[in-house]
């Protein structure tokens, strides 16, 4: 266990009472639980080790805001009266996501046991979803036509929700922590990294399964409104993954990734994030999109205007680390995904 200290990190983090524990680690660990103590400080710099606790704690809220979005998206779906196989699914994805908060935490806490000092490197902050609240729910003293039609909206909310949390941000997720694992060059950064991986799989799989399931049961103006959080979306996730590097930056670079000749505590450069983000959009993610029945090439080139009037907002974002919708990016200001 890591040391106990003031940090809000710290608090989340510390055991509660013995059979809680157990509770939890029967459902969270699935896996051998990484050696945090086997963690050698004196083998690192300090400021690597700063830096690297920085990036996981950050990482660790933005698994903890996963844990907030797929709850929410359980409960509008139960609302809605979805079919049970997308609640147990989701299920699963909330424990997963609290297992990625615990194993991001503890690693930070193990990478830089000095602490949080002045409190502000294990600052943990309140999740908060990158979109609205869901509709109203149907309420049982309605007809048959106001259900629907709350149902239905409820379907269109849980939509957007997937689209941006999973087939956008785990689909990305996957190579990322492909990537961490491959430069990290600590044991105990490239377990967490490779555990969390094997989650992100199954949650970007779900996340088209479960948009296959619900498209159909989607009028046309809820899909035109998926399209339209789909341009939001890649211009939310472009700004939080590639710190502002562009895809004409990378454009005819060729990518590549290996072991970190330098000791490297799972932390990627903004031009790795950059050219990951590109290469997953245009490999994988835009050819999904299409046969779902999306136009992502619209979206693309509608998400311009939707950054330049989301960062006109300022909503105080520039003070924050990024939202939860970016899974595997951590070290850049200004994060929310600002859907309407
Ligand atoms: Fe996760
Ligand atoms: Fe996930």
Redesign the pocket.
Known sequence: MPTPDESDAARLLAPTTRALGAMHRHQIRREPWPDFDAFDPGAYPRELRRHAAWHWVSRAQA?HG?VHQFSAVTHALCEARAPVELLGALARLIT??VR?VELCGQAALAFFPEGGGDGRLFAWRTPRAPWPDAPEPPGRDVDAETREARELALRGWASRAILTACCLGETL?KPMLDALAVVATDPVARACAEQ?LK??RF?ASFGWEALEVLWPTLDAGEREALQRQLARSLAGFERTTCGGVTIEDVANTAIEIGPSEEPNLGTLTNEQFAMIFFATLEAEIFPKLRALGLDPERAWRERGARAKGDGAKGDGAEDHRPEAAA?TRADTAGGADAAE
Do not use: K
Request: charged share 55%; hydrophobic share 10%.
């Open positions: 698994e996963s997963d996501e990625h997720s969390i989650d992100e949650h899974e």
